[in-house]
């Protein structure tokens, strides 16, 4: 198995540019995890997906931020227009969750990140 | 609320010396603990984690770690530390109530092993 695929792996834009991240996650897995990690906040969850469909969406940091899943092997986040904060690196992850059972949880796998840096 | 406490930013440890790395959670009824281990310019590895059952979990790497309920910890240990294990580790809980798939993620521990 690939793992998760991100791409690209490194990003360099001007600051009111438009940047399309994408993420597929594993084959089979349900769930799916975009990330930010930076030296100040850490690891902060942006949206998840379970099943193509956005559940929770609180982490967003604003509007010029948007995430869609159209399909079970594909995601994208988008920020519109960036700006020099953005700059972190963007983590998708994907698990399997088995059934409706409360203890059926699996662990996240995580891509290779994207380094995002907006000039 | 939920919430993830990793009191040290770094921990630093001669090689062949037993290592912990600390983790204390806060969660509404029973928890699910994970470890993760991030190495430079990587995603997140998982290591392992915790459920239900026994106590002490082992996982990857040879890295075990025991969930205390009384002090809502879940200390990562290796009985033996090795240069190659220097790398960012998070703590990671979620609770059982309702279907919200949301880890909440600890601030990570830099751990330094020295030759």
Redesign the interface.
Known sequence: DAGVIQSPRHEVTEMGQEVTLRCKPISGHNSLFWYRQTMMRGLELLIYFNNNVPIDDSGMPEDRFSAKMPNASFSTLKIQPSEPRDSAVYFCASSLVTGLARGSYNEQFFGPGTRLTVL | AQSVAQPEDQVNVAEGNPLTVKCTYSVSGNP?L?W?VQYPN?????LL?Y??GDNLVKGSYGFEAEFNKSQTSFHLKKPSALVSDSALY?CAV?G??G?????I????TSLAVNP
């Open positions: 699910y994970f993760y990587r995603g997140l590895q998982f984690k459920i239900t998070f979620r059982h109530a279907n919200n798939r949301k880890l993620w600890g601030l990570g």
